[in-house]
Nanobody
Framework: VQLVESGGGLVQAGGSLRLSCATSGVTFGDWRKWTIGWFRQAPGKEREGVSCINMKDGSAYYADSVKGRFTISWDNAKNTVYLQMDSVIPEDTAVYYC?????????????????????WGGGTQVTVSS
């Protein structure tokens, strides 16, 4: 399984950004058993969960810090997961990683910052200026 993030960059506070994570190596039927999501790590801080999708039932999970501002979505045709980031704030500055695992422990993975997830992308930098 390969995960490749894109879409990061510099954005002003209050603006928007959309991150993409292109996946390969898994067919859609297999994806239904997986968890896929976004995590971030700011300098000097631990990695934290941002948002995840339970592919079995399509339910989305969000960290409290991004609820109402970020939206996660999955494109079946492109096997790509997106993170729409609106009303960004300087505290959103971090390297954002896409991760996936063939377990449905979505809430656990989000809470634990992706601990135990098997597949990770290389990350994309998001910088929010004030």
């Amino acid at each position: 399984v390969q995960l490749v993030e894109s879409g990061g960059g510099l954005v002003q506070a209050g603006g928007s950004l959309r991150l993409s994570c292109a996946t390969s190596g898994v067919t859609f039927g297999d994806w239904r058993k997986w968890t896929i999501g976004w995590f971030r790590q700011a300098p000097g801080k631990e990695r934290e969960g941002v948002s995840c999708i339970n592919m079995k039932d399509g339910s989305a999970y969000y960290a409290d810090s991004v609820k109402g501002r970020f939206t996660i979505s999955w494109d079946n045709a492109k096997n790509t997961v997106y993170l729409q980031m609106d009303s960004v704030i300087p505290e959103d500055t971090a390297v954002y990683y896409c991760a996936a695992d063939h377990e449905a422990d979505t809430d656990f993975y989000l809470t634990m910052g992706g601990y135990g997830m098997d597949y990770w992308g290389g990350g994309t930098q998001v910088t929010v200026s004030s």
